[in-house]
């Protein structure tokens, strides 16, 4: 098999007892199991260098006593959920060959069992079913990210639905990164990212919006900034930049006040 069903909650509630050495051997026959697809032969030493656990045999043996059910008449260790696992993934795979040699996939019938045909490859219509749940799924991993915090859900939906159009994943590392960026530029994370939307930007960069930022924003900003426990830009000194209206005294005489 190239591939099985793992339950997490199943088999977290069923070994949390088990050490280290425990689990490890149980994950490990358990592929064995799946990918010779037969039962544990009842050769414990033999099983234990196969799995890479020689010098633990005792451990191997103890794993087999647990989860296993010896079975005296095939000489050979025995589970239930990989016996109906394989024989439900056998069977399909011979559903799928019986369906090849008949040249394909039947023509759409809508009173067909749904569990009859199925879906075999033009160019090798023999090969056996393969599941395609080990690829990543690109629309999962396009929402995979919650919403950030301090970013309204519909600016965040926006962003993802703006990333799904541009074929882009969303993750940590890119928001991270535009989140780095939009403090150079004095912005908060959700200005940066109405702004990728805006302008149909893939990332954001501080130097793209440099001077861009609206009297509103930049009020919008400091007040993120202190609710942050950070210190918003201050303002200059009136000496360190004169006004328009400043005359500036160059050699002027002193004058004496009475």
């Not at 890119?174 to 109405?194: D, F, H, N, V």
């Amino acid at each position: 098999m190239f591939y099985y069903s793992f339950h997490v909650g199943d088999y977290i509630h069923d070994t949390a007892h088990l050490s280290n050495d425990e689990d490890l051997a149980f994950r490990r026959l358990l592929d064995l199991y799946y990918t010779q697809e037969q039962p544990i032969p009842n050769k414990t030493q033999e099983v234990s260098r196969r799995i890479r656990m020689a010098n633990n045999a005792d451990v191997v043996q103890i794993v087999l006593n647990e989860f296993f059910v010896l079975d005296i008449a095939n000489d050979c260790w025995r589970h239930k959920r990989c016996d109906e696992t394989i024989a439900a993934y056998q069977a399909k795979a011979e559903r799928n060959r019986a369906v090849g040699k008949l040249g394909g996939r039947p023509k759409s019938n809508p009173n067909a069992n749904p569990e009859e045909t199925q879906m075999v490859s033009k160019d090798n219509p023999n090969q056996e079913p393969r599941t395609n749940n080990h690829k990543p799924n690109k629309e999962i991993q396009a929402t995979i990210v919650a919403t950030p915090h301090g970013v309204s859900s519909s600016v965040w939906n926006d962003f993802v639905k703006h990333r799904k159009t541009l074929k882009a994943q969303i993750s940590m590392t890119a928001i991270s990164r535009i989140e780095q960026e939009a403090a150079k530029a004095g912005w908060t994370l959700e200005q940066a990212l109405t702004e990728c939307v805006a302008q149909g930007w893939r990332g954001f960069k501080a130097d793209w919006v440099t001077g861009k930022q609206t009297a509103t924003q930049k009020a919008a900003t400091n007040m993120n900034l202190l609710t942050r426990g950070m210190s918003g830009p201050k303002p200059a000194p009136f000496w360190a930049k004169p006004d328009n209206n400043t005359l500036e005294v160059v050699n002027a005489e002193p004058k004496r006040l009475v």
